[in-house]
């Protein structure tokens, strides 16, 4: 499995546009999974997971590594083919119509009420971080290479990660989104 796949297509970018594809590619980051496993994973009907994992294999963001006969019945396991996927050049201009972007963080949002359905409230220790200024061109840079060094960290952990059963720790999401303002946009005009 690769580390990054760049995203080519406007196909690609449609395919991760769904948050409940977003999800079935973390758990099929884990290993290889039937429709079935990943249903069960996930809360979901095995009939509404096929649907998005044909989507997800049409796109080649998923591919079927082994076939195993059954009861009768031909079990597929699919993996994801990277761990994380980045826009290609052709794409960017597509990303904030929708795309990955909103995508995410929908996804966020969907991850975080399950979380706090989970834990009946706000989950334990989630920090939320949101706010608006006017910045130098060393102050975002600081930015971003703290961003960085936190995907860096975040795809170390994916990298190195085992069975549940074998290692502490839990499972985090962390959504960051960085972006500026249109021109006609003015802060002040938020405060009055």
């Given at each position: ?88 050049a052709g794409l960017g201009a597509v990303a904030p119509a929708g795309g990955v972007p909103?995508?995410?963080l929908a996804a966020a949002g969907q991850e975080l009420a399950r979380a706090e359905a ?27 290479t703290h961003l960085k060094v936190i995907d860096e960290e975040l795809r170390r952990g ?35």
């Amino acid at each position: 499995m690769r580390d990054e796949l760049v995203l080519d297509s406007v196909a690609q970018l449609a395919a991760l546009a769904h948050p409940l594809r977003q999800r079935i590619l973390r758990v099929l980051a884990d290993e290889p999974r039937t429709n079935r496993q990943i249903a069960g994973l996930l809360g979901e009907s095995p009939a509404r997971l096929h649907f998005h994992v044909r989507e997800l294999a049409a796109a080649g963001l998923i591919a079927l590594v082994e076939e195993r006969p059954k009861g009768g019945v031909l079990e597929k396991y699919y993996r994801a083919v990277a761990r994380g996927f980045r826009l290609g050049a052709g794409l960017g201009a597509v990303a904030p119509a929708g795309g990955v972007p909103a995508a995410a963080l929908a996804a966020a949002g969907q991850e975080l009420a399950r979380a706090e359905a989970h834990f009946g409230g706000p989950a334990p220790r989630t920090q939320v971080v949101q706010g608006q200024a006017r910045l130098t061109d060393e102050q975002l840079a600081r930015i971003h290479t703290h961003l960085k060094v936190i995907d860096e960290e975040l795809r170390r952990g994916a990298a190195e990660a085992q069975p549940a059963d074998e290692v502490d720790g839990e499972v985090v999401i962390f959504t960051a989104l960085l972006h500026p303002l249109p021109p006609s946009h003015d802060p002040a005009d938020d405060e009055a």
